[in-house]
């Protein structure tokens, strides 16, 4: 399958993982969550035909966590004034805040990938794809914490720092593209982390949506640099090698 078709097939769950959030954030509800919420790796490479068994895929969302966050949103949002905004725990505003310069941070990667010269029309197009993908994570996300949108966000330092040495190494396409693999799973995970540590709804629920288009983003480059399947669709998202979202 051509690298444009998967990428392609990725901005659309993009944008059904957008289209929610926006939803979200401007009912202050994450009560409903539409099928892109827990389209898992698997189900993404299946969709593809590249093979893959039936099973509960490495970016699904934990059913507990799910189950357990669109309860507490019921209930939360049908106690809410509409218009009424959601003002989120102190650890929430936290975490959204490590987020959007996490999504800063990877969408620099994708950049200095572009201003190199080792890649092909196609991998330039998936990382100016990729790219806007985590822009529009990080104004979303910033939305959540009350900002206008992410432009007075940084990427952040631990982040870049994590990255920068695995981007300087790189002496040719497959380099840059097995550092920017890297930061998509990095990322999923981080995600994953995040789940487990959000307590409100409204903050827990795009944090839903945007881990499956992170984990797809990895399937893309994993399927590029011909990793094995095992690599890039584990059997369970895991919260290993996540960045220090305490930093």
């Known amino acids: 399958m051509s690298i444009?078709?998967?990428?392609?097939?990725?901005?659309?769950?993009?944008?059904?993982?957008?289209?929610?959030?926006?939803?979200?954030?401007a009912e202050q509800r994450a009560a409903t969550r539409p099928a892109a919420v827990d389209e898992s790796r698997r189900r993404f490479v299946r969709r593809l035909g590249l093979g893959g068994a039936v099973a509960l895929g490495a970016a699904a969302v934990p059913a507990a966590?799910?189950?357990?966050?669109?309860?507490?949103?019921?209930?939360?949002?049908?106690?809410?004034?509409?218009g009424a905004t959601t003002k989120l725990p102190a650890s929430d505003v936290s975490l959204v805040a490590f987020a959007v310069g996490l999504e800063l941070a990877a969408r620099s990667a994708y950049e200095v990938a572009l201003n190199t010269k080792f890649l092909s029309p196609a991998e330039a197009q998936?990382?100016?794809?990729?790219?806007?993908?985590?822009?529009?994570?990080?104004n979303a996300l910033a939305?959540?914490?009350g900002e206008d949108d992410a432009s007075t966000s940084?990427?952040?330092?631990?982040?870049?720092?994590?990255?920068?040495?695995?981007?300087?190494?790189?002496t040719d396409a497959r380099g840059l593209l097995q550092a920017l693999y890297s930061v998509e799973e990095r990322a999923a995970a981080?995600?994953?982390?995040?789940?487990?540590?959000?307590?409100?709804?409204?903050?827990?629920?795009?944090?839903?949506?945007?881990?499956?288009?992170?984990?797809?983003?990895?399937?893309?480059?994993?399927?590029?640099?011909?990793?094995?399947?095992?690599?890039?669709?584990?059997?369970?998202?895991?919260?290993d090698d996540a960045f220090d979202y305490t930093r």
């Open 65 to 82: 966590v799910l189950s357990g966050a669109a309860h507490a949103a019921e209930t939360q949002g049908a106690g809410s004034a509409g």
């Open 190 to 239: 981080t995600y994953e982390a995040a789940l487990g540590l959000l307590e409100s709804p409204a903050a827990a629920g795009p944090a839903a949506s945007i881990l499956p288009v992170e984990g797809q983003h990895a399937v893309v480059l994993g399927q590029l640099l011909e990793l094995s399947p095992g690599e890039w669709m584990p059997a369970f998202q895991t919260t």
């Open 143 to 145: 939305v959540l914490a």
């Open 4 to 25: 444009r078709r998967l990428v392609a097939q990725v901005d659309d769950q993009h944008r059904e993982a957008m289209r929610t959030i926006a939803d979200d954030l």
């Open 126 to 138: 998936l990382c100016r794809t990729f790219a806007g993908h985590h822009l529009d994570h990080a």
């Open 154 to 170: 940084s990427p952040n330092a631990s982040v870049v720092a994590a990255v920068q040495p695995q981007l300087a190494r790189a």
